[in-house]
């Protein structure tokens, strides 16, 4: 991708509070990870914010709770994933479909590995449920649509953050209470997948920019005018130094 067709993933302006962020939820991770480590049983935090019955809410809003569950299924998030991949090829961003596909994808294969370290367990049958990739995705994804937003309304630093971690928030939450709700995970279960996310979809962000940045190592998005041939150049009948075409340098060839 080159000249104008380069739109990074991650703005300019975001790239360095996105990376503080990103390095603190992995920090709160690394963290949680340790301080339920092998665990079975909720925490103080689980335990005053869990729902008190065994099989989480009851109508109507189980049935809210299963319609965003379906969402992190297979079906449901290959169904998400492909209309917001669509959405972003309809406004011309290559890149925020792969940052789509793969924040998403590199979200939920670091939950799932995360879920074996740390060994912890719900209702004492051995299933895993730390960090919630329900949660993990459903933030990755709200992330990629609010970086692509962020980029394309040229908002500022202050403006794109609060969009960028408004969307993450609301998605986060909803996900993870209704994985809550459920009774699928703990709340410091939807937290750490939350937190994942937000530790890998920047990292991510930054490697596809990194990938598909111009071959000829200008910055993304704009023409590198120090190469042979730049309008200043051709304008002038010579090289980006000022040297003549067919000479050896100085004046003009004769």
């Known amino acids: 991708m080159t000249g104008r067709s380069a739109h990074p993933v991650l703005p300019p302006v975001l790239r360095g509070w996105l990376g503080a962020v990103a390095g603190l939820a992995g920090l709160s991770v690394v963290l949680l990870g340790i301080l339920y480590a092998g ?21 109507p809003w189980r049935r809210l709770a299963l319609a965003l569950d379906f969402l992190g299924e297979p079906v449901g998030s290959v169904l998400l994933v492909t209309a917001l991949v669509a959405g972003c090829l309809l406004v011309r961003r290559p890149r925020a479909a792969v940052l789509t596909v793969a924040g998403a994808g590199a979200g939920v294969a670091v939950a799932t590995l995360l879920k074996h370290l740390v060994g912890r ?13 329900h949660t993990t995705f459903a933030t990755a994804l709200a992330l990629a649509v609010a970086l692509l937003a962020t980029g394309r309304l040229g908002l500022g630093r202050t403006a794109g953050m609060a969009l960028v971690l408004g969307f993450a928030l ?14 699928a995970h703990y709340p410091t279960d939807a937290l750490g997948g939350f937190c994942t996310a937000l530790a890998v979809v920047p990292a991510t962000g930054w ?26 150049a051709s304008r002038h009948g010579g090289t980006a130094d000022g040297t003549a075409y067919g000479g050896r340098g100085g004046g003009p060839s004769r």
């Open 39 to 59: 665990g079975s049983e909720p925490g103080g935090v689980d335990r005053r914010l869990s729902s008190p019955e065994a099989d989480g809410v009851g109508p």
């Open 121 to 133: 367990t719900i209702h004492g049958d051995g299933n895993l449920s730390y960090p919630s990739g």
């Open 170 to 183: 609301v998605a986060g939450a909803a996900m993870g209470w209704a994985q809550v709700a459920l009774g």
């Open 207 to 232: 490697l596809i920019d990194r990938a598909v940045r111009r071959p000829d190592g200008g910055p993304d998005g704009r023409p590198d005018m120090s190469l042979e041939g730049s309008p200043d």
